[in-house]
């Protein structure tokens, strides 16, 4: 499973100000009196507390129990009430109806394919209250097309290890992230343990996510640029979509 190994040194990985950057775009476009919001694909709940901290009732969902259990702990450490839930954004149609829904850090450019992404949206839309908003980021073309191919990144500490490669993926405009982790079985061990993932994401043409979120029937879909409020350009890396039902 995807993040069965990531989940644990996910949080050293991620830049911390990105959380602080998807609160605040969240904030900015959604309606003052918003309180009940779902966070799909929640990861190891750092944005999910961040909400919780403001103020919303948050709702977090995600399909790992890794990140799950992670998340948990965080709630439970930083004394924030986040409910938890275990599914998939693709069939919401357990998990009740909220004021707002969002789902950050290219979380659907892991769907395989359009059809995929499609079923996101629909879910999404019933999962809303009327009049509700829907916000989510992707990669942008360009991130896809340009900037993964050949990107390589590694980093380590005295506990772990981190190299990402990206190449890019058979599919038109994909990509695929070699994930190798090198972590200490034992504290105080010097031995380390190494471990692979392949996580592979797509994105799609502005035009197409625009066609897709309308054959859901939202409206009112405006899109920005890289967590700021301007429209994008050729060489923006992600893309805002915020939504209206």
């Given at each position: 499973m995807l993040?069965?190994?990531?989940?644990?040194?996910?949080?050293?990985?991620?830049?911390?100000?990105?959380?602080?950057?998807?609160?605040?775009?969240?904030r900015r476009h959604l309606p003052k009196d918003t309180k009940r919001i779902l966070e799909l694909a929640c990861g190891t709940g750092a944005l999910a507390c961040d909400f919780a901290r403001e103020g919303y009732e948050v709702t977090a969902l995600d399909l790992s129990e890794q990140m799950l259990s992670v998340a948990s702990e965080r709630a439970q450490e930083e004394g924030v009430a986040v409910q938890f839930v275990q599914g998939d954004m693709m069939d919401l149609s357990e998990v009740g109806t909220y004021e707002a829904i969002t789902c950050f850090s290219d979380s659907l450019c892991y769907m395989p394919d359009r059809q995929s992404v499609q079923q996101v949206f629909d879910s999404v839309y019933q999962a809303l209250e009327e009049d509700g908003t829907f916000i989510f980021d992707v990669h942008s073309l360009f991130q896809v097309d340009e900037v993964f191919p050949e990107y390589s990144y590694h980093y380590q500490t005295e506990e772990f290890a981190f190299l990402w490669d990206s190449y890019p993926g058979e599919k038109e405009h994909s990509v695929e992230h070699f994930l190798t982790f090198f972590?200490?079985?034992?504290?105080?061990?010097?031995?380390?343990?190494?471990?692979?993932?392949?996580?592979?994401?797509?994105?799609?043409?502005m035009e197409n996510y625009y066609t897709m979120l309308e054959n859901a029937n939202f409206y009112n879909i405006q899109i920005f640029a890289d967590f700021t409020d301007e429209k994008p350009e050729e060489n923006t890396t992600r893309w805002f979509f915020v939504c209206k039902k």
């Open positions: 993040y069965k190994t990531f989940a644990f040194v996910y949080d050293e990985v991620m830049d911390p100000f990105l959380y602080m950057e998807w609160l605040n775009f969240s972590v200490k079985e034992n504290e105080g061990d010097q031995k380390f343990v190494r471990h692979d993932e392949l996580h592979q994401e797509r994105t799609y043409s």
